[in-house]
């Protein structure tokens, strides 16, 4: 008695097609024998496909001249792969699929400034996607320092319209919550290549000044008290901090920017990323640390510092734009409710000064008791 499975991917055939596609499967099973048949719910497939809409009627509607059903059975919870990891034939827990757009942007946005986040944007009905998973699977078990994730467009529509994403597969590269570099198709010595040229450090102690590891404090500004002086109608200071390209803050009447950054915790800062254009990036910043006021241009020209910090000595060319991964004299930002950064010049004179991204990286401080414990500590002691 013959026992011949469906194709995983029928959801992949165009409708017209279907037809013949059942006709040869009663072709292919004897009298007598079972066709199985798996399906994945395709309740959002697109009608234009693929992936095309499926369900348990349309296999009725293409099988019952020639079959007829004896068992049909949902898959139960406990069977189902667990969501946001993939497993290799060996169960290692290697690549995260990411379950929402919120996990692919945490992701992106919290990873360390020399940790290289490499997402696989694919979709279940592609085949160079399948292909070359075999060889995603293998880097990442070879760069364990680097972190792999999948992005299904299907499932992640917000995700892989943000990103641009026209066809799958796509590779993407990210360090600091920054794209870095990006790769469309299946090309095998490409992805390898991409991969060992952004890897970064395999430690931390290679990674240069370390104390611990330390995240993208994102999470922790807030947002709503940033302030910016001088900043452009247009090009505001909102879209620094995240991972649309299209966004960047331009000074206003000349090229000076007083940023403040206030956090809804304290902070230890470690390090800063900072990118702009070639010829209108900032050449030098100012830090200054927890001030009662908001820091005037002309004190920004006669009060000392914290730190000034020459970028034009440490950027490194990225195609149109410059990039500079600062680290910070770690002792001096031990505990930071704010930081104020002041930018006079910037590499080429330019009349503004621009700000594709900014990221700061560090650890949040640790608080064990509130205020209303303390005051109870003190009443029973």
Not at 96 to 115: G, K, V
């Amino acid at each position: 008695m013959a026992c011949i499975p469906t194709p995983r991917f029928l959801c992949a055939l165009v409708p017209s097609l279907r037809s013949a596609w059942a006709k040869r499967m009663s072709e292919l099973v004897s009298k007598g024998g079972h066709l199985v048949c798996l399906m994945f719910p395709l309740r959002d497939a697109d009608e234009k496909g693929p992936p095309f809409a499926l369900s348990v009627e349309v296999y009725h509607e293409l099988l019952s001249p020639n079959f007829k059903q004896i068992f049909i059975r949902d898959v139960q919870e406990s069977e189902k792969p667990k969501v946001g990891i993939n497993r290799d034939d060996y169960g290692a827990q290697k690549i995260s699929s990411m379950a929402t757009d919120a996990q692919f942007n945490e992701t992106i946005s919290t990873a360390a400034p020399t940790q290289l986040v490499v997402a696989d944007f694919t979709a279940t009905w592609c085949g160079p996607c399948k292909a070359i998973k075999p060889l995603y699977a293998e880097l990442a078990s070879k760069y364990k320092h680097v972190t792999f994730v999948t992005v299904d467009i299907d499932q992640l529509k917000e995700t892989a319209a943000k990103n641009s994403i026209q066809s799958v597969p796509t590779f993407h590269f990210y360090k600091g919550g920054e794209l870095v570099a990006s790769m469309k198709g299946a090309d095998p010595r490409q992805l390898q290549t991409l991969v060992e040229q952004h890897q970064g450090p395999k430690n931390e102690s290679s990674a240069g000044p370390s104390v611990g590891p330390h995240g993208n404090l994102a999470q922790f500004i807030d947002t709503r008290q940033i302030e910016c002086l001088n900043q452009s109608d247009d090009h505001t200071v909102g879209g620094i901090f995240g991972i649309d390209a299209k966004q960047f803050l331009e000074s206003d009447v000349d090229e000076q920017i007083i940023l403040v950054i206030p956090f809804n915790q304290v902070v230890k800062l470690h390090s800063l990323i900072i990118s702009g254009p070639k010829d209108k990036a900032p050449k030098s910043i100012k830090t200054y640390i927890n001030r009662a006021t908001t820091l005037s241009f002309e004190e920004g020209d006669s009060i000392e510092p914290i730190e000034v910090i020459d970028l034009s000595a440490v950027y490194t060319a990225e195609g149109d734009l410059v990039s500079a991964t600062v680290p910070l004299r770690f002792v001096k930002y031990q505990s930071v409710s704010s930081i104020t950064l002041f930018v006079g010049q910037n590499l080429g004179g330019e009349e503004t000064t621009v700000i594709n991204k900014l990221a700061l990286f560090g650890t949040p401080v640790e608080v064990t008791k509130n205020l209303a414990e303390l005051k109870k500590d003190e009443h029973q002691h």
